[in-house]
């Protein structure tokens, strides 16, 4: 079986018996079929391995790194600008705290979204390493001029700024990177790993902050920096980290260096170059992407809006910005402001509500990745969690309407113990379904010779919407109060119709056949309604994948020798 570096995409595809025999029977000792990529070049007589490995979990951990530096800097920052010394330090009053506060956060975000855009062009002539180390480092420049300024606020918005550009590259590289490394069986599993590691990037900022807050004098200037300076830790762990990882196999055999791709994809799996299995997964890459090449004539980002990719572009925004409308990142930034809003009296007592939200997002986003990420694939978890967040949001909603917290309390009422409640329930929901998923979802819906482009605008997205989130929700809390919630809840209602209409179930579907699954166009069809099987479309006629089972089969059935309909394109 020859390599497919060689190989000709203008000309018919020809594929052994043992390549074929899910998709028709054929008369021959081979068979020629026209290129498609619905055509699955993977064997059943080939005995699967275990696909995980030391090198591979080293290989994921660092990229999650770029998680870890996502998460605490976004973390940190609320629970910092609430410290009196922090407040005293830049000038915050009564007057000016919430703009203020709301322009801090909003700066990085600002950043991030200009990040996702200029590393989508980086990362595609230069590599996902390349690129990982300057989010890095620029990233740490940032930091470092955060750290800096006592009562510069010019300054201090330049530093989040700058960190956000690397923040932004950082979240847009890791889930391409992972997606392209993972074995397609543990790919939801890798991809949600960096969903934990923002989590836990977060949980660690919050009770840094609260440690420094209880320890550290307000007096000096301390307090505050500390958390500011740490962001320097995994910036600086993920520059190291890169100079021991390979670069993406499809990358490298998107740019045309098949043989060094074929090499990194046999070091990552730990296998021989000459592996009858990892020779199938080199091949499907090689076929796809000559496919893609011969589809698009050289085009690069126009190709986003071509009628075969519109779909799942506009799908990669809609499930961005949905997850920027739940309101998780009104917690995220804010979660202090909101707890005391709900009655719970102190800065140490909202810091440290603060810190348990943290802890139960990380150990459910764990468990979430442990027990259930390809048992429950996507559609399942994204469908019931925005159900629950909703439900979440307006409860709240409507108990700190109804029955709002005393000026003045001594202690919690049941009424604050409940909302915190339901805001730990809501945490939960999250962490096991719109936390972890999405960017798991939009790293593997693309084409493999558009991903990065179309990968980019969906975080783009997510940081636009970021931004508008925390620059409006300060200011929507000091006008609509509770309602604020029940807006939330709103939002959430309406993700969940998008999920039960639109978004198909990609769990152990290969990169490479991602077309088939998107062939009815923006809304699926009733078939395709099941909330956890995966359902593969050839011309619009439905072949529904059982169990783990993930090859094509001929729905209807063919004789002998002959070529199936669907497959003559």
């Not at 009815?520 to 011309?539: A, D, R, Y």
Request: glycine share 10%; hydrophobic share 45%.
């Amino acid at each position: 079986m020859a390599l497919s570096g060689s190989h000709d995409p203008t000309a018919p595809r020809e594929f052994p018996n043992y390549v074929l025999d899910n998709i028709y029977e054929p008369s021959a000792t081979t068979s020629t079929v026209t290129s498609s990529a619905f055509v699955r070049p993977r064997s059943t007589h080939i005995k699967e391995k275990k696909v995980s490995n030391y090198r591979l979990y080293i290989t994921a951990t660092t990229a999650c790194v770029g998680g870890l530096l996502y998460g605490y800097d976004t973390g940190f920052i609320g629970s910092a600008t609430q410290m009196s010394s922090f407040e005293r330090d830049f000038g915050l009053n009564s007057s000016n705290s919430a703009n203020i506060k709301g322009t801090i956060v909003a700066t990085l975000q600002a950043g991030c979204f200009f990040g996702t855009i200029f590393m989508s062009f980086f990362t595609a002539r230069y590599g996902r390493l390349w690129g990982m180390a300057l989010a890095s480092l620029v990233f740490n420049l940032g930091a470092v001029l955060q750290v800096v300024p006592v009562g510069d606020l010019n300054l201090l918005y330049a530093g989040r700024a700058i960190s956000g550009v690397g923040v932004g590259a950082a979240s847009m590289l890791t889930p391409i990177y992972l997606s392209e490394v993972a074995p397609r069986r543990i790919r939801g599993k890798l991809g949600t790993a960096y969903g934990f590691s923002v989590f836990f990037g977060i949980m660690i900022s919050y009770w840094i902050d609260y440690g420094t807050q209880q320890t550290l004098s307000p007096e000096g200037h301390n307090q505050w920096r500390v958390p500011m300076g740490l962001q320097l830790v995994p910036g600086a762990l993920l520059f190291i980290g890169v100079l021991f990882i390979k670069e993406s196999p499809r990358w490298l055999i998107k740019r045309g260096h098949r043989d060094k791709g074929l090499n990194n994809l046999s070091y990552i799996r730990m296998t021989h170059p000459e592996d009858p299995e990892l020779r199938q997964e080199y091949e499907d890459i090689c076929f796809s992407i000559d496919e893609e090449f011969r589809a698009s004539h050289g085009a690069t980002i126009s190709e986003m809006f071509l009628p075969q990719n519109r779909t799942r572009v506009i799908i990669g925004f809609i499930i961005m910005v949905g997850q920027q409308l739940s309101g998780t990142n009104a917690l995220t930034y804010y979660a202090p402001l909101l707890f005391t809003m709900m009655g719970l009296t102190g800065t140490a007592s909202s810091l440290f509500a603060t810190g348990i939200y943290g802890i139960v997002k990380t150990v459910f986003s764990m468990m979430f990745l442990l027990f259930l990420v390809e048992r429950a694939g996507r559609r399942l978890p994204l469908f019931i969690g925005a159900i629950a967040m909703a439900a979440t949001m307006i409860v709240i909603g409507i108990v700190l309407a109804s029955k709002p917290p005393a000026t003045k309390a001594s202690s919690p009422s049941s009424a604050t113990i409940g909302m915190i409640v339901m805001v730990y329930l809501f945490c939960i929901s999250y962490s096991m379904s719109w936390g972890p998923v999405p960017s798991t979802y939009v790293s593997e819906i693309y084409p493999n010779r558009i991903r990065e482009y179309c990968v980019a605008m969906g975080l783009a997205t997510q940081w636009a919407f970021n931004y508008c989130i925390s620059r409006l929700v300060p200011i929507a809390i000091q006008n609509i109060g509770w309602g604020t919630f029940l807006l939330f809840g709103v939002f959430n209602i309406l993700i969940a119709i998008f999920v039960f209409f639109v978004i198909r179930e990609t769990s152990g579907v290969a990169l490479e056949h991602m077309d088939n699954l998107f062939g009815t166009g923006f809304l699926m069809k009733p078939s395709q309604w099941n909330l956890h099987k995966p359902v593969l479309i050839g011309n619009a006629e439905v072949i529904e994948i059982a169990e783990s089972v993930l090859d094509t089969k001929n729905a209807k059935g063919t004789p002998s020798g002959t070529c199936p309909e669907q497959f003559q394109r």
